[in-house]
């Protein structure tokens, strides 16, 4: 998983490194970096089940008009 946006944020999943070591995830705007040491598997979970979900949302309504008004 690359970069997900969450509104303004990008957030950054952890890598693996050599040796086992890896790097903490983190969330990003602009020049703000934000290392997310203690919370970072949860947020990736949650990332990764909002693409999920878009992803979903974008396959089931691709042929209807959602800017049609009742």
Known sequence: MEGVPL?????VPGTAGFFGRSSDAYIERGEEHIPLVYCSSELEQFA????????????RCS???LDARY
């Open 7 to 11: 509104g303004e944020w990008v957030f």
């Open 48 to 59: 990764d089940e909002m693409l999920g979900i878009e992803g979903d949302f974008t396959r």
């Open 63 to 65: 042929g209807i008009d």
